[in-house]
């Protein structure tokens, strides 16, 4: 079965720093990746996702991740975090067998920037 | 931009009573889901729907839960007998295709069941 889990339920980080926020998977075939950002009272958006093709994935507002398949990883980065970026970050990964096309979601990580 | 949209914003309900959470898809899309995110926990699956069938249920999804799309715009998941651990907040959420495409979603409504 598979499973998403992302290490750290709250990271905090100054304004300017880097943005780190972990997810590691297991999936027993390589798997579809998505990373979706909540806003306060907001559904969920998606930031980018991984597909097969380049291992290196670009999203919106600054942020990519990198597809690790050594590592079971799927790690979100942004080099600069601005007071925007506050919000809950969420990995989620899809069975690309599944014909139901569920997405399994980790537990969350709420990200705080610091003026 | 188009935008999947959800109503109620928030529904609160006795224990027992039946409630529909509505849900707007995308026009174009296909492919209907509900998720449900209990307050602390994960967003979970409850189910999918392509072409009027369901196509995926969760464990979650039990025979309390229905869904449907009565006309060609709206998707609605209906609780028959509501629990008290029924109160999460549920997601609909719509796709082009399933798989790789982008699942779309809405805003949520808040169930609280008392």
């Known amino acids: 079965a598979q499973s998403v889990t992302q290490l750290g339920s709250h990271v905090s980080v100054s304004e300017g720093a880097l943005v780190l926020l972990r997810c590691n998977y297991s999936s027993s075939v390589p798997p579809y990746l998505f990373w979706y950002v909540q806003y306060p009272n907001q559904g969920l958006q998606l930031l980018l996702k991984y597909t097969s093709a380049a291992t290196l994935v670009k999203g919106i507002n600054g942020f990519e991740a990198e597809f690790k398949k050594s590592e079971t990883s799927f790690h979100l980065t942004k080099p600069s975090a601005h007071m925007s970026d506050a919000a809950e970050y969420f990995c989620a990964v899809s069975d690309r067998r599944n014909q139901g096309g569920k997405l399994i979601f980790g537990q969350g990580t709420e990200l705080s920037v610091k003026p | 931009e188009p935008e999947v949209t959800q109503t109620p914003s928030h529904q609160v309900t006795q224990m027992g009573q039946e409630v529909i959470l509505r849900c707007v898809p995308i026009?174009?899309?296909?492919?209907f889901y509900w998720y449900r995110q209990i307050l602390g926990q994960k967003v979970e699956f409850l189910v999918s729907f392509y072409n009027n069938e369901i196509s995926e249920k969760s464990e979650i999804f039990d025979d309390q839960f229905s869904v449907e799309r009565p006309d060609g715009s709206n998707f609605t998941l209906k609780i028959r007998s509501t629990k008290l651990e029924d109160s999460a907040m549920y997601f609909c959420?719509?796709?082009?295709?399933?798989?790789?495409?982008?699942?779309?979603f809405g805003p949520g409504t808040r169930l609280l069941v008392l």
């Open positions: 959420a719509s796709s082009v295709q399933q798989g790789q495409e982008t699942q779309y």
């Open positions: 026009s174009n899309h296909l492919y």
